[in-house]
């Protein structure tokens, strides 16, 4: 436990205290941090935003994490199954059931944890320690196409991409019901967000839909083709049915970065298995 008081020079926003006493943590390690609960103002936890007066004291659970701290530990019985390789990038075919990368320090059984164990020269690339150079993320539940870059600079360029719209993503889901093409621009979370989406065939009761994503909200997808009307099969937080997957049908099938190939990852067995079964 650490304990200080706060002067009347640090007066103010209680995440701009924490900072100014710890430089080198990010504002977004510092909004994980208090998010966990590290930090108390006069005995009741503190939130980020908490404006705190001369005198408060502050109580620290421990210093926030170094950089180095959140790098990924390195973990070599992860499962890593590598699309694509070249001196900017590696891309590989994330599982169902796997983390993209650890959120607190020591975690493994995570792509980034098996990245660094593989390709060392991914750890400490990007913005967040934690992601081992992973220019974009998958939920654990989703499968397919995840890039991670191999060098700073790569990251920059191939994040650029991702962002401003070079980069094109495409996705396969299983969704309930007969669907039909279609598209949804809602706000995620007060943020724009659109998906494109068309039916590949219908499967049984369900649907097979290529998606196509023009930004990247947390769960896009997922929360589009459940306002739609047709959840993610699998995909019980947002009303899908229950189908004995591990995660929901929901499948980066395909990336295309500028400058290079396409990359594609195959159908996992279990998600081709259950088309299978649906189609009889």
């Not at 936890?45 to 404006?51: E, H, I, L």
């Not at 649907?207 to 739609?228: E, V």
Request: include cysteine.
């Amino acid at each position: 436990m650490i304990r200080f008081v706060v002067t009347s020079d640090e007066a103010g926003r209680i995440d701009r205290i924490v900072q100014r006493r710890y430089p080198y943590a990010s504002r977004r390690t510092l909004a994980r941090y208090f998010a966990d609960g590290n930090v108390r103002v006069d005995g009741a936890v503190a939130r980020k935003g908490t404006c705190v007066a001369a005198g408060a004291v502050i109580d620290l659970r421990a210093p926030p994490p170094a950089p180095d701290d959140l790098r990924p530990v390195a973990d070599g019985g992860a499962p890593l199954a590598v699309l694509y390789a070249d001196a900017d990038l590696v891309a590989v075919a994330k599982p169902a059931g796997m983390p993209s990368h650890p959120l607190a320090a020591g975690e493994t059984g995570t792509v980034a944890n098996a990245l660094v164990a593989r390709f060392p020269d991914c750890a400490g690339v990007g913005d967040d320690p934690r992601e081992a150079g992973l220019i974009h993320r998958l939920d654990t539940g989703t499968t397919g196409v995840l890039v991670a870059a191999r060098s700073a600079a790569a990251w920059r360029r191939l994040r650029a991409a991702m962002t401003d719209g070079r980069a094109r993503k495409h996705y396969l889901a299983l969704v309930a019901g007969a669907a039909r093409d279609g598209e949804a621009s809602s706000p995620i979370r007060g943020q724009p967000a659109h998906t494109a989406w068309s039916v590949v065939r219908r499967v049984g009761e369900w649907t097979l839909l290529a998606c196509t994503p023009t930004t990247g909200r947390m769960h896009q997808i997922r929360i589009h083709l459940s306002r739609a009307g047709h959840p993610i099969v699998g995909d019980v937080r947002y009303g899908g049915p229950p189908a004995g997957l591990v995660g929901h049908f929901l499948h980066a099938a395909r990336l295309v970065l500028p400058g290079r190939p396409p990359i594609e990852a195959p159908m996992p067995c279990d998600r081709a298995a259950l088309l299978a079964a649906a189609d009889r």
